[in-house]
């Protein structure tokens, strides 16, 4: 890139066709796309095409206005411009938010396969404790796995993806997702996840065109509902491609930011130990919809009944009600009825 040209700053969360949905710093060179990012001091530049899912805020910072001249402390002498810059940006430095943080431990995993404490505790000036509950906080999401002395990329196993799972049971699917769009009264806020069944849902609210507030990582759920009656807001975050949905430490705190009437969720698996998830990331938003929401729904079809995920999203007492196609039974039907869960059976 060339030294006299700016970056525009936007993000870049996937292309589709000639679409291109951005965060973070990129340039246009004609019509090829080019991410820059740093690592440490160094500056990096790719294809878009070589890595597709970047996902890095405030990678690069520019001055937008003329620095003031400063003056040194103890001798009085006026400092030149290039000397209060490079002490402004040692200020900056010695001050990486917690957010910011993440974001890149999260970006430096997508190029490396480990990372180390004691690296990342030189690059952001702070403790090698602040890296470690970074590390924790990471993990908990289902965002990293800890490893000796640093982390390294969440392994996820075989899981089918979104098209693979939209085409599955689509009847008992179609039947969870008309009895949980009827729950949804006019005017109400609800927080939608990312998935199959969640997506029948939105159809079905779409179809009856019932004015509501959804908030959603789920960019097929924003797509269906965005020219109905509702009023969709959709989260920032890191792009997961195999379920068109963002994840990460946005779209956590994006979601912290509200209170809303339901949550509306979906789950890998359903145990006696309550909902569990197996994709990258989605656990930790279906947490944090749990907390946000005055009645929790959970929409889980009886094939997952008995099944346990990676990362556990809560228990059976932090759900209002399951909806589902068929009534559980033995152990589980216990369960449910100890924590005081309504169970609404799709007709």
Same mark, same amino acid.
């Given at each position: 890139?060339?030294?006299?040209?700016?970056p525009k700053e936007s993000c870049l969360i996937g292309k589709f066709g000639r679409l291109t949905l951005c965060l973070? %710093?990129? %340039?246009?060179?004609?019509?090829?796309?080019?991410?820059?990012?740093?690592?440490?001091?160094?500056?990096?530049?790719?294809?878009?095409?070589?890595?597709?899912?970047?996902?890095?805020?405030k990678i690069l910072h520019y001055d937008r206005k003329p620095t003031k001249v400063g003056f040194e402390a103890k001798s009085g002498r006026r400092m030149s411009k290039t000397k209060t810059r490079g002490r402004m940006s040692e200020k900056n430095q010695s001050r990486v938010k917690k957010s910011d943080r993440r974001q890149q431990i999260l970006l430096e995993l997508k190029l490396r396969p480990h990372v180390r404490i004691n690296e990342l505790a030189q690059r952001f000036n702070v403790s090698t404790e602040t890296v470690r509950r970074d590390f924790d906080?990471?993990?908990?999401?289902?965002?990293?796995?800890?490893a000796h002395g640093g982390a390294s990329a969440a392994a996820q196993g075989h899981y089918p993806g979104l098209d693979e799972r939209t085409n599955a049971q689509v009847e008992e699917r179609e039947r969870i997702g008309a009895t949980a769009a009827e729950l949804i009264q006019s005017g109400e806020t609800v927080m939608i996840d990312s998935g199959s069944t969640t997506?029948?849902?939105a159809r079905e609210l779409a179809y009856i065109d019932t004015p509501c507030t959804v908030i959603t990582n789920s960019i097929p759920i924003a797509m269906t509902l965005g020219h109905g009656a509702a009023q969709v807001l959709l989260c920032p975050g890191e792009f997961l491609a195999t379920e068109s949905a963002t994840i990460g430490t946005e779209t956590l705190e994006f979601l912290s930011r509200f209170n809303v009437d339901r949550c509306m969720i979906g789950s890998s698996g359903f145990s006696t130990d309550g909902p569990s998830e197996?994709?990258?990331?989605?656990?930790?938003?279906?947490?944090v919809m749990l907390t946000r929401a005055e009645k929790r729904h959970l929409l889980v079809d009886s094939g997952k009944f008995g099944r346990k995920g990676l990362s556990q999203v809560g228990d059976l007492s932090d759900l209002d009600s399951i909806i589902t196609d068929k009534k559980p039974t033995g152990e589980l039907r216990n369960a449910i009825e100890g924590a005081g869960v309504d169970v609404l059976v799709a007709g």
């Open positions: 890139m060339p030294h006299d040209q700016k973070g %710093s990129y %340039s246009e060179f004609g019509q090829s796309v080019h991410l820059c990012f740093a690592l440490g001091n160094t500056c990096v530049r790719s294809n878009s095409h070589n890595l597709p899912w970047v996902m890095q805020q906080a990471l993990s908990n999401d289902g965002l990293i796995a800890r997506i029948e849902m197996t994709v990258r990331g989605f656990a930790a938003v279906k947490r």
